[in-house]
């Protein structure tokens, strides 16, 4: 009898692990679905037209244009040459009371390669 026990044990734990696996290539599924879509977001945004910064995008952070040193304006769209792009929204960034337009709504790919035209925002 002991044999049998053995073998229901056995065959619980054995869908325990299969259950686990399932969860864990579900979860992995998932990332690599929401990878594709930001890269595909991303590609969007550098195609249609971004305010190019020299620097690296900072999520929470305002851009500046450089020609003015005035705030970019909420909704402006920009981008960076590492594949990073965002969207202006508003927020308190400095705690002033007032709301700025800063770096929000991220989307990551594939930074533009050399010598491919983006179409860049000119100010």
Same mark, same amino acid.
């Given at each position: 009898?002991?044999?049998?026990?053995?073998?229901? #044990?056995?065959?619980?734990? /054995?869908?325990?692990?299969?259950?686990?696996?399932?969860? *864990?290539?579900?979860? !992995?599924?998932?990332?690599?679905?929401?990878?594709?879509?930001? $890269?595909?977001?991303?590609?969007? #945004?550098?195609?249609?037209?971004?305010?190019?910064?020299?620097? !690296?995008?900072?999520?929470? *952070?305002?851009?500046?244009?450089?020609?003015?040193? #005035? *705030?970019?304006?909420?909704? &402006?769209? &920009?981008? +960076? #040459?590492?594949?990073?792009?965002?969207? !202006? /929204?508003? $927020? +308190?960034?400095?705690? +002033?009371?007032?709301?700025?337009?800063?770096?929000? !709504?991220?989307?990551?790919?594939?930074?533009? *390669?050399?010598?491919?035209?983006?179409?860049? &925002?000119?100010?």
């Amino acid at each position: 009898m002991g044999n049998i026990s053995e073998q229901m #044990r056995a065959a619980s734990i /054995i869908r325990e692990q299969v259950g686990i696996n399932s969860l *864990a290539e579900m979860k !992995l599924q998932s990332a690599n679905d929401h990878a594709a879509s930001q $890269a595909r977001i991303a590609a969007e #945004r550098y195609a249609n037209g971004c305010f190019m910064v020299s620097g !690296l995008l900072t999520q929470g *952070a305002p851009i500046y244009n450089p020609k003015n040193g #005035r *705030a970019l304006a909420r909704g &402006v769209v &920009v981008c +960076d #040459r590492f594949g990073n792009t965002g969207v !202006l /929204i508003p $927020a +308190d960034f400095d705690r +002033d009371g007032k709301e700025n337009a800063v770096v929000g !709504l991220p989307a990551f790919g594939n930074p533009p *390669a050399d010598g491919i035209d983006t179409k860049e &925002v000119k100010f």
